[in-house]
Each structure stands twice: as C-alpha cells, then as structure tokens.
C-alpha cells in the first residue's frame, strides 16, 4: 500500500477535521494561512487516496444506545466472510480482522435489548463457524479514532476557533424519516445539501434546518475516519488489558495520552480496558508496548492482536459482504 506523506497543510487540514468534520473550507483556510481552494484541493486529494473521511451518524449516547466491543474467533476458513457479514450490519461498525485472520473485533451499538440479544445471543451463536464469542459493554471512553492526537498540530487558538459549540437543550430523538439522512451521511458526511436533499426526499432548506437541529442537541455527529496504513502507520494493534480497578482511570486517561493511541475505554469483562494503537513497524510496537505501556501502573495483564485488515470503520463497510451471519 502506497503511502501518503502530508506537509503542514495536509496536517492542520485533517486535525480542523477531527475537530468539526463540517467545517467550512472558507473557516480552515483562514486557520491555516492558505486559500479556500487550497484546502478544498487538499481534501478532495486525501479522500480519493483513501486517507480520510467524514462520515456523519446518530450519536449513541442521545438516542439512548449501548455499545458493545465483540471480540470472536473463526474457523480458519471463515474470518473473512464473518467480518464482511458483520460489516454489513448497520449497528455494527470498527471491523477487524485480527492475527492469523481467525479472529475478529468490532463495536456494536444496540438500541435495545431485543437488538442486543438477537445478535449476541441468536445469530452469533449459531453460526457454525463462529467458535468463540466474548461482549465487552462499554463503559468509560477516555480515546475516540476521530480525535486521534497523534496527527494534532493545531494551536490552542486555532483549536478554539474551529471547535464547534457544545450540544444544547434536551436530546432531540431521531424521527423514522430521519433514517435516509443518517444513511446518506454514513456514505459522505460532508455531502452538499443538494446531494442530501436528492437522497431524503426533502427540499434543501428543510435538510439543513433538520442538520442543524439534531446537531445543536447532540443527536448528530460528525467523524474523521483516517487511515493509518496509508499514512505509514503500518501496524495497527488491538490491545487487551487487565487493570486494577484503582488504577483502572488512572491507566486509561495514562493510555489516552500516547500519540499512539487511537481507541481506549474502559470496559466489563476479565480484560477491563481496550484500546487500539498504531506504531510504524513490529519493532516500533515492541518499543511501545515494553517501555510506555509497560511503565503504567496498574497494568496487570497485556494481550495484543495485528489487524490483518480493516473491513468497515465509521462509516460504510470497505467492501459488500455477501451474507449475514
């Protein structure tokens, strides 16, 4: 896979991303120095290398959702084909193919426990091929890959002038016609209003009076969906951990800090806290993973998995899988 060196431009660009995955070309520019089509050029640039993406979605936390890691393990012949099955799910995303490519980590978001358990406790089981399901509910987040620090170079100040005001008000709750707005931004969160107007049915003014409305309490979320292999990051690891429930905040919040760290929460099970980090190389991980991690206190327990390859992150699955499990 080629990779994709960024200059100064390319850096303050993708960290005002993170910050508001619709902010204005005009508003970046300004930050940044540079002209409105310099920044429109270089956006376009990543996204058609496959750098980045922005991709808009209900926010789990206001429509009232729970998510869940799933952590499963195959037949040797099957992790491909489980992945792209689960990838095609809507409550699904973060698809993992792990280690030999029989094992499988990704996120759930369950609107309910019919939803929840019809997956988990249904579908997942009685698929032949799957040997081994462990659920992990999330419980604290201290990293999100959308706001993965060690691509920050912004200041303060430009950091403070792009940031997007906080939610207001009480959660607004999706409606049923909001499903085809939350599908085509799942495809392209920066999508004009024309194209989501043409996708949903609805005049432009009306698409962005709703926009506004479900993102000013918090119901719609934008993020930057980035990939590190195209930006030299070529091993990308899930990491296990077990910590001592004293130090379990302590640890995340140390984890959350390292620009290597792209994921941490902490989570229910035997392994109390997940994350997902990226490093150059084997040899940059070995570094990592024996001198940052293993100077945390508290650390107790460390599994750590290679991610063979990425079948669906935030937004859309990487590839069309042909059946469910």
């Known amino acids: 896979m080629e990779t994709v060196t960024l200059d100064d431009v390319d850096r303050g660009l993708i960290h005002a991303l993170q910050l508001d995955g619709r902010a204005p070309m005009r508003a970046i520019g300004h930050v940044l120095g540079v002209s409105e089509n310099t920044v429109a050029r270089r956006y376009q640039r990543l996204r058609t290398a496959g750098v980045l993406k ?5 926010s789990g936390g206001e429509a009232g959702y729970t998510t869940w890691t799933l952590r499963l393990r195959t037949t040797p012949d099957a992790g491909a084909a489980v992945a792209d099955a689960l990838a095609d799910r809507p409550d699904v995303s973060w698809v993992h193919l792990l280690s030999g490519g029989t094992e499988i980590s990704c996120t759930v978001h369950a609107p309910d426990t019919a939803g929840r ?3 988990l406790l249904h579908k ?7 040997t081994a399901v462990s659920a992990h509910e999330l419980l604290h987040t201290f990293a999100l890959p959308d706001g993965w620090s060690g691509l920050h170079c912004l200041s303060p100040e430009q950091v403070e002038h792009l940031r997007p005001p906080e939610p207001e008000g009480t959660p607004v709750p999706p409606e049923p016609g909001d499903q085809a707005l939350f599908d085509a931004l799942a495809h392209d969160g920066r999508a004009s209003y024309t194209a989501l107007a043409a996708a949903t049915g609805w005049s432009d003014s009306t698409v962005r009076r709703r926009m506004d409305v479900l993102r000013r309490h918090g119901t719609l979320t934008y993020h930057l969906d980035i ?3 195209r930006l030299g990051f070529r091993s990308e690891t899930r990491l296990w951990l077990t910590v001592s429930p004293a130090r379990l ?3 995340g919040e140390a984890l959350a800090s390292h620009p290597e760290t ?3 929460v902490a989570t229910t099970g035997t392994t109390n806290l997940t994350a997902m980090v990226n490093c150059r190389d084997g040899r940059d991980l070995y570094r990592y993973l024996t001198g940052r991690v293993a100077g945390i206190r508290g650390v107790q327990t460390l599994e750590s998995a290679p991610v063979i390859r990425t079948v669906k992150r935030a937004g859309t699955p990487l590839r069309r899988p042909a059946a469910r499990p």
């Open 54 to 58: 922005i991709t808009g979605a209900l």
């Open 117 to 119: 358990d019809d997956l």
């Open 124 to 130: 997942l089981p009685r698929a032949s091929r799957v």
């Open 227 to 229: 990939s590190p292999a």
């Open 249 to 251: 905040a302590e640890t």
């Open 262 to 264: 792209s994921f941490a």
